[in-house]
């Protein structure tokens, strides 16, 4: 069975696929060593490593480059946060990201340059050419900006999201991740009402695995959450208490 196969069979709605955020090898390499069934890169965080900021401003080589090296260091289905799609044609697009040996790849419907939501029959095309260049090679999560970018009032946003979701399935996705929702129970609404898996995003909250997968979430993800508590801590603990002649390791 390929990793692109066994990615997409991962994703059960209320058995949730809870994929850790990693954003080099090493990292990668923990979250396999703790026995978690595939790795998820974070843009933000593998932009943060390469020095640039998120949103398409890292080199679309260095990005590939990045993805190669993580997508090596595991034996685990590696899916990688690909923005937009860093302007690239679909059909190149394919070919460059299924040399790097991931085998999934989020892809978000806003201009990261501008916040503007792109119109969402250009976006299901652009899905659909995706999928047709890529067959099954590729697990396409197909995230859904409509909550984060506050396009119109929370019942446009969610006939917005229900709409979009549901195309983009139907254009080829496997999965969609309606970014930015914490609320529960529309949550619960998003997963009954879009007719495939649905990703949710991690809070910060009380909530927990138990609770998505109760509201019929199929993957939890984490963003780049894990790597900025650990460069908080180095920040703000480990760092100071060099510069006050403390042991940092005692901190």
């Known amino acids: 069975m390929s990793l692109a196969t066994i990615l997409r069979e991962l994703h059960v709605p209320g058995t949730p696929l809870v994929v850790p955020n990693a954003w080099d090898a090493a990292s990668a390499r923990m979250v396999e060593a703790a026995g978690f069934a595939a790795v998820a ?10 020095g640039y900021d998120d949103g398409e401003h890292a080199p679309v080589d260095d990005v590939l480059a990045a993805a190669a090296r993580i997508a090596q260091s595991v034996s685990v289905p590696v899916t990688v946060d690909f923005e937009r799609g860093y302007r690239l044609a ?3 697009l394919v070919e460059r990201f299924v040399a790097t040996g991931a085998v999934g790849l989020n892809l978000e419907d806003s201009d990261p340059a ?18 047709d260049s890529a067959g099954d090679a590729l697990v396409i999560n197909a995230r859904i900006d409509a909550f984060i970018r506050q396009a119109g009032t929370a019942d446009e946003q969610l006939a917005t999201a229900l709409d979009r979701g549901n195309r983009y399935l139907a254009a080829g996705a496997d ?77």
């Open 41 to 50: 890169t974070s843009s933000n965080a593998t932009a943060a490593v390469l």
């Open 90 to 92: 679909p059909a190149e």
């Open 114 to 131: 501008t916040g503007a939501m792109i119109d969402p029959g250009e976006q299901a095309d652009f899905l659909a050419a995706v999928r």
């Open 175 to 251: 999965c969609v991740y309606p970014i930015g929702v914490g609320d529960l129970d529309l949550l619960a609404t998003l997963s009954t009402q879009i007719d495939g898996p649905v990703n949710a995003g991690y809070g910060q909250g009380a909530n927990s695995v138990a609770d998505y997968a109760a509201r019929g979430v199929a993957r939890v993800t984490f963003g780049p959450m894990f790597q900025r508590h650990l460069y908080a801590k180095f920040a703000d603990t480990l760092l100071p208490a060099v510069a006050a002649d403390r042991n940092p390791f005692t901190a």
